[in-house]
């Protein structure tokens, strides 16, 4: 009689562990819509994704999602390492990582889409010049004084700030997009931490330019946006625009800039970072958040007329 009690006892025992395990393993599944994750972001895009991330936490309340700022190279190391499920960063891969993705047989990467954003030049307002030509700038990062017949008012080549070192997307993108795969001379290019820092250091320095992003600069009223003048991609000359998102958004800036959301798995129904992702890729209302910050979103469609 004893032995049946006892085996009674632990059946029920059994049973009352599997149900709790059941219901914890229920409580903690993740989904595309709850759980716990850690985001890596580029330093200079955290205040533009302050507000889509607000709209994010007020409509998915199962979902806990921190933003941490980590240098890029970091970032995507840990990310092409699987170290990490998801990262936010401004730029492309670089040589260096597309060999890696090349050495690794089990790279699963994915990205989508978040942004455009574009590079700026940006000076104290009291630098002689409104505008500038994209070629020379490039040539002045690399230490090319040639173009300074065409400026007279400057007596050298002016020093660039940015606001992270080598080590920073805005460093990568630079040799990327403005000197094209050249590295900028170490006597015309600085870095002094964060873009606030870039804008104090032009407003001190008025001979010196500084290096921004769009949704940076669109914010800050302190200093002026250099506009830029370009050869096209057909070889047409493109005139000095104002520097604004409109014309980012009808391509005719020289300098833009991708923003991705990188993920280390394929998107799931049971993965938050994809349900992160898709929701600041694709839903309407972080994508204006997006625009408000003053750069193209990557998938909203416009319609623009603007006068020349």
């Known amino acids: 009689m004893k032995s049946r009690v006892l085996i009674a006892l632990c059946c029920l025992s059994l049973l009352a562990a599997c149900t709790q395990t059941e219901r914890a393993s229920t409580v903690e599944q993740e989904t595309a819509l709850s759980g716990t994750i850690t985001v890596l972001c580029d330093p200079d895009m955290m205040s533009m ?17 921190t933003l941490q700022p980590m240098d890029v190279d970091s970032a995507m190391l840990s990310m092409l390492n ?32 978040l942004a455009r954003d574009a590079i700026v030049v940006i000076a104290d307002s009291s630098f002689p010049y409104d505008t500038m030509h994209a070629e020379h700038v490039a040539k002045f990062l690399v230490g090319d004084a040639a173009p300074l017949s065409q400026y007279p008012k400057l007596k050298r080549i002016p020093v660039f700030v940015l606001g992270r070192g080598a080590t920073g997307s805005m460093y990568a993108n630079v040799q990327r997009i403005i000197t094209k795969g050249v590295a900028p001379s170490r006597a015309t290019l600085t870095s002094v931490g964060s873009y606030d820092s870039v804008s104090l250091a032009v407003r001190k320095e008025t001979s010196m330019l500084g290096l921004g992003y769009l949704s940076q600069v669109s914010r800050d009223r302190s200093v002026k946006a250099i506009r830029l003048s370009y050869t096209n991609e057909f070889g047409d000359h493109e005139y000095p625009k104002p520097v604004h998102v409109s014309y980012l958004i009808m391509g ?13 798995d394929k998107p799931n129904q049971f993965n938050l970072p994809s349900g992160f992702m898709q929701y600041l890729t694709r839903n309407g209302e972080a994508q204006k958040a997006i625009l408000a910050a003053g750069i193209e979103p990557g998938y909203a469609k416009f319609s623009l007329t603007l006068p020349e």
Do not use: W
Request: no cysteine; net charge positive.
């Open 49 to 65: 994704l302050e507000a889509p991330k607000r709209l994010y936490d007020s409509v998915h309340p199962k979902a806990f999602i």
């Open 82 to 113: 699987h170290e990490q499920r998801i990262a936010i960063v401004a730029r492309d891969y670089t040589e260096q990582e597309l060999l890696l993705r090349q050495q690794d047989p089990g790279d699963t990467l994915q990205r989508s889409l």
């Open 252 to 264: 005719k800036y020289p300098f833009t800039v991708p923003v991705y959301v990188y993920l280390k």
